[in-house]
Nanobody
Framework: QAQFVESGGGSVEPGGSLRLSCTAS????????TGWYRHPHGAGRELIAS?????NTNYADSVKGRFTISRDPARVYLQMNKLEPGDTAVYYC????????WGQGTQVTVSS
């Protein structure tokens, strides 16, 4: 079973940028619909960005125009610009829509 490992989180001020990266052992990520999820403290986990085997992408309204998902065969990336305090959460990557075992995630904190 695939194991997802996320990295690239950190603490930034509002308006800042971060780039998250994810690897998945045993998977050619171009062959699967993969996505980035986030889990804010005290709320549920939500799918915020997806990229399909076709290369098409989809975004939650809350991040559309600010976040960009991309990939190569080995990694999935999430470029996050114009970060807001509401983006504070633990971020995970996984298969889109049918998640497998969750990785540890990477914490993103946006505050002044």
């Amino acid at each position: 079973q695939a194991q997802f490992v996320e990295s690239g989180g950190g603490s930034v001020e509002p308006g800042g940028s971060l780039r998250l990266s994810c690897t998945a052992s045993g998977l050619d990520l171009t062959q699967y619909a993969t996505g980035w999820y986030r889990h804010p403290h005290g709320a549920g986990r939500e799918l915020i960005a997806s990229i399909y085997s076709s290369g098409n992408t989809n975004y939650a309204d809350s991040v559309k125009g600010r976040f960009t998902i991309s990939r190569d065969p080995a990694r999935v990336y999430l470029q996050m610009n114009k970060l807001e305090p509401g983006d504070t959460a633990v971020y995970y990557c996984n298969l889109a829509g049918a998640p497998a075992t969750w990785g540890q995630g990477t914490q993103v904190t946006v505050s002044s």
